[in-house]
Structure formats: C-alpha cells, structure tokens
Nanobody
Framework: QVQLIESGGGLVQAGGSLRLSCVASGRTFSTLAMGWFRQVPGKEREFVAAITRSGGSTYYADSVKGRFTIARDNAKNTVYLQMNSLKPEDTAGYYC?????????????????WGQGTQVTVSS
C-alpha cells in the first residue's frame, strides 16, 4: 500500500507562486509514475501534470503549460509541483497520485493511489 501526503498549499495573490510537495511511502518510489490533479467542488477532478518514474519525461495540461513545473527526487521519495504566475482560476484542491506503471497518464482512473489533497487559493 502506498501512502501519499501533500503539503505546500495556501493562499496567494494572483501572479504569485507556490510549490507543492508530495511524499510517498510504502513502495519503492522509483517504480511509480506520478501525477498531479486538481478539483473544484462540483466539478470533476482534472489532470494538471505527470512525470515518469525516472523523471525523464513530463506532460502538462494546456491550461498550466509554461507556468507549472513537475519534478521528482527519487532519493527523497518526493514529487513537486512548482506553480508560477498563478491565476484565480487555479484555485482548487490539488491531489498527488501514483501509478504502478512505466507510462504516465492523464486519466484519474489509471492511477492506483491518491493523497488527501492540499488547498490552493489564488486571490485576484
């Protein structure tokens, strides 16, 4: 069983930055492809970014491309989401997800483990 714990959320003004972290335990981290998703109440959870097991490949939603960066440190069992130039529409609960697979995915149904989420609020 994999446990994922997110941190780093908070309140920030538009144009500001935040860095989210997700620490994994329970399985060798380098065997997990990782993703970040976000969800606003009343809406479906949506893909934000993903990274392969080695960190060699990343993929982003169009809405965050050029502003967000996903990275991982396998020695620290941690995946990060650096969020710059934040907009009010980025306000959401952000969730870390892990997939026991070589490939990354944009689909929530293809992730095996989820964290509890961390709230990001961007004020205008």
């Amino acid at each position: 069983q994999v446990q994922l714990i997110e941190s780093g959320g908070g309140l920030v003004q538009a144009g500001g930055s935040l860095r989210l972290s997700c620490v994994a335990s329970g399985r060798t981290f380098s065997t997990l492809a990782m993703g970040w998703f976000r969800q606003v109440p009343g809406k479906e959870r949506e893909f934000v970014a993903a990274i392969t097991r080695s960190g060699g490949s990343t993929y982003y939603a169009d809405s965050v491309k050029g502003r967000f960066t996903i990275a991982r440190d396998n020695a620290k069992n941690t995946v990060y989401l650096q969020m710059n130039s934040l907009k009010p529409e980025d306000t959401a609960g952000y969730y870390c997800a892990a997939r026991v697979s070589l490939a990354i995915s944009v689909r929530t149904t293809q992730y095996d483990y989820w964290g509890q989420g961390t709230q990001v609020t961007v004020s205008s």
